[in-house]
């Protein structure tokens, strides 16, 4: 029963800390654009989503293999 909050809270604080950081990442770009150059911010756009979007990829992967292991036994 506990366990089951806190894994559904941590997986909401792992929602939340995942847009965040994706809103964060876009913020920084579009000043990038204007203050380094356009091509430098939307490297730094292209670049900075693509690995948010992976590290959070893993991080949610690993949480349903332990689901599926969990609920297998």
């Given at each position: 029963?506990?366990?089951?909050?806190v894994?559904t809270?941590g997986?909401?604080?792992?929602?939340?800390?995942?847009?965040l950081?994706?809103?964060?990442?876009?913020?920084?770009?579009i000043?990038?654009?204007?203050s380094v150059?356009?091509?430098?911010?939307?490297?730094t756009?292209?670049?900075?989503f693509?690995?948010?979007?992976l590290s959070?990829?893993?991080?949610?992967?690993?949480?349903?293999?332990?689901d599926?292991?969990?609920?297998?036994?």
């Amino acid at each position: 029963m506990i366990k089951d909050i806190v894994i559904t809270f941590g997986r909401l604080i792992l929602d939340i800390v995942a847009a965040l950081s994706f809103i964060v990442a876009f913020i920084v770009s579009i000043v990038a654009m204007f203050s380094v150059g356009f091509f430098s911010g939307l490297f730094t756009l292209i670049s900075s989503f693509v690995a948010l979007f992976l590290s959070f990829f893993i991080i949610y992967l690993l949480i349903d293999i332990r689901d599926a292991l969990v609920n297998r036994v």
